[in-house]
């Protein structure tokens, strides 16, 4: 399974970016996809987090009502929808898969809960 993150870049506070992570070599509607984030010089955090079917969602509470996690099954894809950025939002943000049974929608948000990882894509909030 190959995960490809993009979307990334430079934008102010205040602005908005979709970040995207398509999947290959795998039934895509297998895996519950979660975004996490690593800021410089801190450890990798969960951002968000959606079931296969999309109708479950989960988020930190520091993006809670700020970021939206969807996904497209007929595109392979995950999307991560971040507005009103702030510089704390500053990170290399990595999408993740796990392969779940249909009805194992409880929360995933630890690193060992996903086995398969894109490389990152740099989403910078300059102040």
């Known amino acids: 399974v190959q995960l490809q993150a993009s979307g990334g870049g430079l934008v102010q506070a205040g602005g908005s970016l979709r970040l995207s992570c398509r999947v290959s070599g795998g039934t895509f509607s297998r895996y519950y996809m979660g975004w996490f984030r690593q800021a410089p010089g801190k450890e990798r955090e969960f951002a968000a987090a959606?079931?296969?079917?999309?109708?479950?969602?989960y988020y930190e509470d520091s993006v809670k009502g700020r970021f939206a996690i969807s996904r497209d099954n007929g595109q392979n894809t995950v999307y991560l929808q971040m507005n009103t950025l702030k510089p704390e939002d500053t990170a290399v943000y990595f999408c993740?898969?796990?392969?779940?049974?249909?009805?194992?929608?409880?929360?995933?948000?630890?690193?060992?809960?996903?086995?398969?990882w894109g490389k990152g894509t740099l989403v910078t909030v300059s102040s």
């Open positions: 959606i079931s296969r079917g999309g109708g479950v969602t």
């Open positions: 993740a898969a796990a392969a779940t049974i249909l009805t194992d929608n409880r929360r995933r948000d630890v690193e060992g809960d996903y086995p398969y």
